[in-house]
């Protein structure tokens, strides 16, 4: 049986590829954690809808999830000047709706953001985007879609 001999050079080398790889590996991995099955986009009637789940299980912590949502489109919207409207809440079967109408170029858009509990207690926040403006209806027709998917 022969040994297999190394020199300090190629164990310093080894352990920087091995911590590089780690790191790349794990951010990949954490990404990939980040990433819930349930998370997710998808289109209906017109309308681009995004879910995302939240870190915590609590009511405080969605709502404060749905807020930082809001807040983050509204700082984007004021760093390029753009103007915005936030509506009154938007209430459907499952899930209470922050609508916004935001003006891009003389054009408008329009946003509603929520937040909804599955069964199984796991928190997810939603944002609904639109050329058009969102009513009630059609909010109602997410609320259901995004329900069916987060069982």
Known sequence: MSKIKFDKKFL?????????AGAVGGFAIKHRANTKASDGSFRIHGMNVSIKQCE?????????DV???????VMALEEK???YEIGDNIE????S?????KEIDDEAAYNAFGGITSKSGK???????????LTKDDLSVVADAVKEQIK
């Open 56 to 64: 915590g299980k609590s009511q405080e912590i969605m709502e404060e």
């Open 92 to 95: 459907t079967e499952h899930i």
């Open 12 to 20: 310093v080398m080894a352990g920087v590829c091995l911590t590089i």
């Open 123 to 133: 928190n997810y926040v939603i944002v609904v985007k639109s050329e058009n403006e």
């Open 67 to 73: 807020d930082e949502t809001i807040s983050e489109e």
């Open 97 to 101: 709706f922050v609508p916004m109408m």
């Open 81 to 83: 000047g753009h103007t």
